[in-house]
């Protein structure tokens, strides 16, 4: 699936396919793809060993570096922090934690992707869920209004 990806210093959109990966036990992006796009690398304080499904280490080695930027997609951004790891053609993969968190709905036979459920992480669906809140808050404060005007004193709470 399409997302894009912007840098946390810039405004420029960096369009990426990324893979949706239940196998998978984390957030990645290939090192040779954030070299090129010259992502903003930080290194971990404890590298991460990378095991096969076997339980073999990795040929790939340790993951020792980290980007962080912001993520865009299907009107829903995040600030996300991926583990950079050499994955070949692939450019980021989006693992199971995140697909956990999003539980997003799949149409396996038209191969789309929809954002369609509660997002508790992320910032804009929260921000909305913020202002709905706020508005019923509103609401009630003039609902208890009328009720003040309609009602005798000795029923207000
Ligand atoms: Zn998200």
Redesign the pocket.
Known sequence: MKVELKKLESYEGIAVKALLDSGATGLFIDTTFAKEKEFKMERIKNPLLVKNVDGTVNVGGAITYQVECNMFFKG?V?RVKMDVYNLGKIEVILGMPWLA??NPEIDWEKREVKMTRY?P??GKKKQEEEKKKKVKRIKKDKDKKILKRLMPKRFWK
């Open positions: 829903h995040e968190a999003h997002l992480i992320c």
